[in-house]
């Protein structure tokens, strides 16, 4: 009985993730040509204690390969306490010619980035905003290439890649794996027309589709999803104007974290936000991810205990590393474009891992950036 539901689940576990790699393929990369840029954009940037990274964000950004007319920045402080604001106004010296400006948030939600992007929305100068976090990099023909490929799209979302900038270590690598897992997992949705998660990281949108919508009403009680239920509520009414770019100097470049707490408390916040989609497949993915790793780490209890052949479990796990190998290997020929191995130790820990952040999102808080926040 014990391995009829292993083996049925893993059937529709592998399903589900085949779906995503073919899915992967039907979303053609895009090749940037020579068009005269004329979109212009916002970019806001909601930051709390960033006084070590926003240097990085600001330095990318001065270099981009856009006309400074054409786009402005917008940070909004979310209370820090650092020398984040001495920062940006030393930059903002140092770089006149772009249109600069810094808001303090206004809390009215249980989520400070939302009102911090709700809080810029209405005194931007251009039509396009992209919001981006303060720990980001951005790449020189970042505006470039997404104003090309708005031009020849009828285009009022786009959504783009994200990917960790790792040292050479485990942990770091690790984080890598689980990022290109979401990040193929987004692609892939898109291909197969089910498209239902981004990054904040690096996601623009039209001010009029934005107000069409209504913002975020209707999910500010959840502290996280600035990205994922405004792309939802696209869908819901615009979904031919929803768009994924694929495109290398799209890539956003950001940090992982350095501490194992962080790190959970990170995972725990982006996954909080899985009981509030709407649609019938993400749900369903969501539920099948989660219980093909719990039952895996089941399994380990069950052999242990002899309840269960050390062949079955070696089966089970032989061909869920084949199918997220073949998955992670698509995600990193486009956003690493480096040999990819995927090491047996982090598909041992990550089961583990992925099960303990599933559950405790389901009933526990979290903290982050200094603050609490509950289910």
């Known amino acids: 009985m014990i391995e009829i539901v292993l083996f049925i689940v893993l059937g529709i576990y592998v399903v589900f993730i085949l779906q995503l790699i ?5 979303v053609k990369s895009f090749v940037r040509t020579d068009e005269k840029p004329v979109t212009t954009f916002s970019i806001i940037v909601p930051f709390r ?24 920045i917008i940070l909004v402080d979310d209370f820090s306490t650092d020398a984040s604001e001495k920062v940006f106004t030393t930059w903002r010296f140092q770089n006149g010619l772009i249109q600069t400006t810094l808001l303090e948030n206004l809390r009215l939600s ?19 905003v992209i919001t981006t976090d303060a720990d980001c990099i951005v790449n020189k023909n970042w505006l470039l290439t997404l104003d090309n490929f708005i031009q020849k799209n009828n ?18 690598q690790f984080q890598q794996l689980d990022l290109l897992s979401l990040q193929g997992t987004t692609i892939g949705s898109f291909g197969i027309e089910k ?8 996601f623009a949108y039209t001010k009029k589709l934005f107000n069409e ?37 799209t890539i956003v470049k950001t940090k992982p974290e350095n501490d194992l707490y962080k790190l959970f408390m990170q995972r725990i916040r982006w996954a909080s936000k899985t009981t509030g989609y709407s649609g019938y497949y993400s749900k369903s993915l969501a539920v099948v991810v989660l219980a093909m790793n719990t ?8 052999l242990v205990s002899g309840f269960l052949k050390w062949e079955t479990l070696l ?31 982090s598909s041992l820990v990550y089961p583990i891992f992925c099960s303990l952040v599933g559950i405790y999102s389901l009933f526990g808080s979290f903290t982050w950036k200094g603050r609490s926040f509950k289910k």
């Open 22 to 26: 073919f899915g992967f393929d039907k």
């Open 49 to 72: 204690n960033e006084e070590k990274n926003l240097p990085k964000l600001l330095k990318s950004i001065s270099k981009l390969n856009y006309p400074k007319d054409l786009f402005e």
């Open 110 to 128: 249980n989520s400070p980035k939302k009102d911090a992007i709700t809080r810029a929305i209405p005194i931007l100068k251009h039509e396009w």
């Open 155 to 172: 285009a009022e979302m786009v959504v783009g890649a994200v990917v960790y900038k790792t040292k050479n270590n485990w942990f770091h």
């Open 195 to 202: 498209p239902f998660m981004c990054n904040g990281a690096n």
């Open 213 to 249: 919508i209504k913002g975020f009403s209707g999910n500010n009680k959840m502290a996280s999803g600035d990205d994922v239920f405004l792309l939802q509520k696209a869908l819901k009414n615009h979904s031919d104007k929803v768009h994924y770019i694929k495109n290398t100097d």
């Open 295 to 302: 039952l895996l780490v089941a399994s380990f209890a069950l």
């Open 315 to 345: 089966i089970i796990f032989s061909i869920k590393y084949f199918v997220d190998y073949l998955l992670l290997l698509k995600s990193n020929q486009y956003l690493r474009k480096s040999k990819f191995i995927l090491p047996i130790a």
